[in-house]
Every structure is written in C-alpha cells, then in structure tokens.
C-alpha cells in the first residue's frame, strides 16, 4: 500500500502524487493545480479526497504545520534542482537559498545528498 502525505498548510491541505489510473485522476482532478503540479484540497473537501484515496488502496498520513519542517530542505538558490522539484510539494524562496517541501522522507534524504554535494 502506497503513503501519500497530505500537507496541511493555512486552510488547505497540498499532496503531490502520480496516479496510473487514470479514473482516480478525473475524480481528483478539480483538486490539480497545473501550475504548480500538485492538489490542493480545501479543508471542507479533505475527508472526501482521503476517502476516494483509501477507496484506491492509498494510505494517508496528514502532515501538520507543525510537522512540515521535518519534510523540507534548504538549498542554494543557484544549485541545480531541477529533479528534485518533481518530487517537492512545496519551493519557497529565502534570498540566495530556497527552501523545497519534499513529498516523503525518501524525497527528503535524496535532496539532503545533494545539498550536501
């Protein structure tokens, strides 16, 4: 079973996840935020996208504000990170660093290696 993280910031929860069937997209896809490659569900509509997830076998674990940091990576403005974007919820600029909200920990300790490359 599949763990998608649901992140919960301001009055929205954001997910970023590559669905291969195509039916649980069309249901999800007025959540899809195509400029920013991610959803975006509001608060009034979280427990139906959870359900419609848990109905397609996906575990959902929320990530609370408070929580969001364990999930983030600061790097160099001008360090290459093209590939890491594919799997960051989130990209906030801070001056000459940006800091990148990663979809899962794994996502987290690939752009942990590169920063420190």
């Not at 993280?5 to 195509?22: I, L, S, W």
């Not at 996208?49 to 397609?56: F, H, P």
């Not at 000459?96 to 590169?114: F, G, W």
């Amino acid at each position: 079973m599949s763990t998608i993280n649901m992140f919960h910031a301001h009055d929205a929860y954001m997910f970023k996840h590559y669905f291969d069937d195509r039916n649980l997209f069309e249901e999800l896809r007025q959540h899809y935020d195509s400029l920013e490659y991610r959803f975006e569900v509001r608060e009034s509509e979280v427990e139906s996208v959870m359900e419609k997830l848990r109905a397609y076998g996906y575990e959902v674990n929320v990530v609370e504000r408070d929580e969001i940091p364990d999930y983030t990576v600061i790097i160099g403005k001008y360090v290459r990170h093209k590939d890491l974007l594919r799997n960051a919820v989130d990209v906030i600029e801070l001056g000459d660093e940006k800091a990148l909200v990663m979809k899962d920990m794994a996502s987290r300790e690939v752009a942990l290696d590169r920063r420190g490359a």
